[in-house]
């Protein structure tokens, strides 16, 4: 996993809250050491690693321990939310149209990575079902064109470009138009990095964006580089609106968790990280689970704890739960547990914590991507209401209608309608395991499950 060190440490801290007899102000104290030592040696700014620090004793030493939990879990759930809270706390989507052909920009210095990153984001979507095209704007280094074809051929996916054209804007507006034209749903421009600082960066992305009207803007930023990173996170921020930021290099870099956190200071939003060459070593970046991996935890507790907090923003009763497992489920409801699953990172992770689950999902439920809820949420609004609260009532002549009115395509009406039934199936299994024996009615109850 990425930042080893780092995560070795602080989970090396923890470990004297779980292995002392009495958690006392001195063992306290010594835990906040060992985590202050550990942000720094991964280049955390001194000053945010005092802020945090501070944070945790004082919350350690003087917060009342609710009842039902121990001491020592009381003090690793605060060493979690607040270092959790340092990285960002939010995990944030990418900008994608939900018809049409989206547009990600792809900028970022010299070796930053972003051709990789290019062909590992159009492989992250590509296997979310979507027909992705990457263009290939680098007109300075030689063989830039062939090391994306080379790095993409393998999964099959289409690279535009031009090794003989000078002009990248041309490139840049030819490409993204044929891709198109091809009706693609993601078309990835990747762009020279022959930009030595943020001005230049800048520059080459006003340029290519006033070209192809990007949706989203990503800045690739090499985390081996530590809290240096802020410099361009910052420039960038100003620069852009539409923008978000993936780090690359996390795998064995030390500096990782200063780069991490020198952007989150920032407020510009860190979507994915890189952690190695290989095409499948990208990951959507979610604070919680990422503090979760890094504190040494990837378990249930984690998912409980995400759950809790979910809840907290969607409150659902015990009779909506009751309601739902007893078959009445709508198409609403299930947008809303769609939703609220997709904040909580990749369903099918989700699901793999909870025992005896994870093999038996309907695909359906599975695939249920967060770039398909942008989808279903602008076909439900084509819907009546009535439709919306019971589907059976909706006939094929009505399917076209709705896909009409929405601007998607029947078979996208039809998989929404499929979902729902998977899950309205999966919902009146449930009701009748109850899942009790899992220890998890809590869960259940706050979920509507
Ligand atoms: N270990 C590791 N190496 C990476 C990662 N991402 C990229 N690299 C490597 O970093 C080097 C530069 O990556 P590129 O993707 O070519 O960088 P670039 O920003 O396109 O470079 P220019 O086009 O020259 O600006 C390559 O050797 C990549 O294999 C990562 O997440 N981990
Ligand atoms: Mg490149």
């Known amino acids: 996993m990425a930042l080893e060190s780092l995560s070795k440490a602080l989970s090396g801290a923890l470990s004297k809250v779980s292995r002392s007899s009495v958690v006392d102000r001195d063992v306290i104290k010594e835990v906040v050491k060992d985590i202050q030592r550990a942000l720094l040696m991964a280049d955390v700014n001194v000053q945010l690693v005092l802020d945090v620090t501070k944070t945790i004793e004082k919350r350690a030493l003087e917060e009342k321990v609710p009842p039902g939990v121990s001491r020592k879990e009381h003090i690793i759930r605060i060493v979690y939310e607040e270092i959790t809270k340092f990285l960002g706390e939010t995990s944030e989507k990418v900008n994608l149209k939900s018809s049409g052909t989206s547009v990600l920009l792809m900028v970022g210095i010299q070796g930053s990575g972003k051709t990789t990153t290019t062909g590992k984001l159009a492989r992250y979507f590509q296997k979310k ?104 996170a910052k420039a960038f921020k100003q620069a852009t609106e539409l923008g978000s930021i993936i780090i690359t290099k996390l795998d064995g870099s030390a500096k990782g968790g200063g780069a991490l956190s020198a952007v989150a200071a920032t407020g510009a939003p860190i979507k994915f990280i890189g952690e190695g060459e290989r095409i499948e070593n990208i990951e959507k970046f979610s604070p919680e689970q990422f503090v979760a991996k890094l504190l040494g935890f990837g378990d249930l507790k984690t998912l409980l704890d995400k759950v809790k907090d979910a809840s907290k923003e969607q409150e659902f009763s015990q009779k909506d739960a009751q309601k739902m497992l007893s078959g009445k489920f709508t198409l609403k409801d299930m947008y809303q547990q769609l939703e609220m699953l997709s904040n909580m990172g990749p369903m099918q992770q989700i699901f793999q914590m909870i025992p005896g689950m994870g093999a038996n999902l309907p695909s359906e439920f599975v695939e249920a991507s967060e770039e ?58 449930m009701g009748k395991r109850k899942m009790g024996k899992m220890g998890m009615p809590g ?3 706050n979920m509507k499950f």
């Open 129 to 232: 079902g979507f027909k992705v095209g990457i263009v290939c704007t680098d007109t300075w280094r030689p063989g830039a064109y062939y090391q994306l074809k080379q790095y993409v051929e393998p999964v099959n996916i289409d690279v535009w470009g031009d090794p003989d054209e000078e002009s990248a804007t041309r490139l840049a507006r030819e490409g993204v138009t044929h891709f198109k034209e091809k009706k693609y749903d993601i078309v990835i421009v990747d762009t020279a990095g022959r930009h030595k600082d943020e001005t230049g960066l800048i520059e080459e992305m006003r340029e290519i964006a006033d070209a192809v009207h990007p949706d989203e803007t990503v800045l690739v930023i090499d985390g081996t580089i530590g809290q240096q990173a802020q410099h361009q």
């Open 372 to 429: 398909n809820l942008a989808k279903y949420k602008v076909i439900m609004n084509s819907m009546t209401e009535r439709e919306l609260k019971d589907p059976k009532v909706i006939h094929f002549s009505r399917v076209k209608r709705i896909a009409r009115g929405s601007g998607t395509s029947q078979e996208d009406v039809k998989g929404l309608l499929n979902q729902y039934d998977a899950m309205k199936k999966m919902m009146k299994q």
């Open 443 to 445: 869960m259940f109850k």
